[in-house]
């Protein structure tokens, strides 16, 4: 049974096409800077926006119909939302997914019971994956939604609760496994506080990095030998959430020693929660060599929450594709965290967000190569720096002076030397002049 008999399939008709059914700039076979397009830009959909999410707010409940033809709530509902998953990434030629636990089976009473459900979905969702080629990009486990969870997973200050985020974590890695997913993620929603006069923060970053180390340890016997992820968030739904960007979440994995078995999931929307930019976050994660995986959407500057809006921003997705070219590509690829805006409520406006996402970043993409194929950027930025290729700059950088034999070359300049121009807004012109040639 089809879901979406109306919409044909997606195809790349080029920028002049007013087809609102099709590609402008997304084009998969186009190579570019030797690779194509697809494998330059892995995108993957997230089973609970796309699947999931029907527009409920704090405000009022649902406004799109996600029902696929089922009761919301039962197992024939689950499957529809396979049925209806494969159809929709088949169509657009998305060949990844991503997926929590309870967004693919409804939570039941016990742990077994919900554990059969995922026994039952994941063999269905094998079979579609078996017959379309469609990939699993990484899975998690919702370790934030069910009322337990209100004082943190990993953080809790119950050790029972501690137990059932473990059985989470234990399941969601088996089902991981078993679909071939790349990554494993840990978004800690609700790790972190509201309040430090109720918190021990250093016993609950022990524990959490003990469950962490736990998973890798389960994760490594079963087979799995794809990345862990921390997704960092500073805020939302706690005031603060302990991996709050990606330099304090590197921190963290290399204090607890989850450095080699860890990267970092970077959501644009998150990064300008923590008050940076995507392009910020990434270059961290790049130069510290743990960037992991991207969930791509983007936030509303004039709002202080998570939008998770369809990327839209072509400035956005060629810094961060600049970023990744630069980084030697993507170990994860680009899930597309991003909802519908509640107004936007139909079966078409879903394709409309993913053709529109996937557009944006495929612009992103030949914007950033030809950023680096016209070489005036990047060769700024290195003739910025060339008083450390030769003379004392060469002595510094290869570890071989002292705090003296500087303090003595300074002294015998006498006037400091001007260190020259940053030029930022003749950069900023070439940008220009690239993205609107
Ligand atoms: C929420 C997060 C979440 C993670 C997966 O803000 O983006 O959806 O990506 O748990
Ligand atoms: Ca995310
Ligand atoms: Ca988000």
């Known amino acids: 049974m089809s879901h979406f008999e109306s919409i044909p399939k997606i195809k790349y008709e080029g920028p002049e096409s007013k087809n609102p059914l099709a590609f402008k700039f997304y084009d998969a076979d186009r190579v570019i800077l030797g690779k194509t397009m697809r ?3 892995p995108f993957a959909m997230a089973w609970w926006h796309n699947l999931c999410a029907a527009g409920t707010d704090m405000f009022g409940t649902n406004t799109a119909d996600k029902s696929f033809g089922a009761t919301p709530g039962t197992m024939e509902h689950a499957r529809a939302k396979v049925d ?16 929590h636990d309870v967004d693919l089976v409804p939570e039941a009473e016990t742990i077994a019971e919900t ?29 934030f939604g069910n ?25 969601a890695l088996d089902i991981t496994v078993k679909l071939g997913g790349r990554g494993y993620v840990f978004w800690g929603g609700r790790e972190g506080y509201e309040n430090l006069i109720n918190t021990d923060m250093k016993f609950e970053l022990d524990n959490i990095a003990r469950l962490m180390r736990m998973a890798v340890e389960y994760g490594r016997s079963i087979g799995f030998e794809g990345d862990f992820l921390i997704e960092p968030k500073p805020m939302e739904p706690m005031k603060h959430q302990y991996d709050f960007d990606t330099a304090t979440s590197i921190g963290f994995l290399r204090q607890y020693g989850l450095d080699k078995d860890f990267k970092i999931n970077i959501e644009a929307n998150h990064a300008t929660l923590a008050g940076h930019t995507f392009q910020h976050e990434l270059r961290v994660a790049a130069i510290n060599g743990m960037l992991g995986s991207i969930d791509a959407n983007q936030g ?18 060629t810094m961060c594709m600049y970023e990744v070219l630069k980084a030697g590509g993507l170990r994860g690829g680009l899930n597309f965290d991003a909802k519908n805006r509640r107004t936007s409520n139909t079966y078409e406006d879903m394709f409309y967000g993913f053709i529109l996402g996937m557009d944006t970043f495929a612009l992103g993409l030949i914007k950033a190569a030809a950023i680096i194929e016209d070489g005036r950027i990047e060769k700024f930025v290195e003739e910025k720096y060339s008083s450390f ?5 060469a002595k510094i950088v290869a570890d071989e002076t002292t705090l003296e034999e500087l303090a003595s070359h300074a002294e015998k300049l006498g006037a400091p030397e001007n260190p020259g121009s940053g030029r930022i807004e003749y950069l900023e012109s070439i940008v220009n002049s690239i993205l609107f040639r």
């Open 300 to 317: 509303d500057n004039l709002l202080g929450w998570d939008t998770d809006e369809f990327p839209f921003d072509v400035y956005e997705t």
């Open 84 to 99: 209806a998953g494969f159809e929709f990434m088949e169509k657009l030629g998305i060949e990844y997914f991503c997926f």
């Open 147 to 171: 009322p337990r969870y209100m004082n943190g997973a990993g953080t809790s200050n119950s050790a029972d609760v501690f137990c059932f985020a473990a059985a989470q974590i234990k399941k």
């Open 39 to 41: 494998e330059h830009l």
């Open 115 to 143: 554990n059969a459900r995922l026994d039952e979905i994941s063999d269905y969702i094998l079979e579609k994956m078996k017959a379309t080629g469609i990939k699993c990009l990484w899975g998690t486990a919702n370790l």
């Open 389 to 393: 290729k030769s003379g004392i700059g």
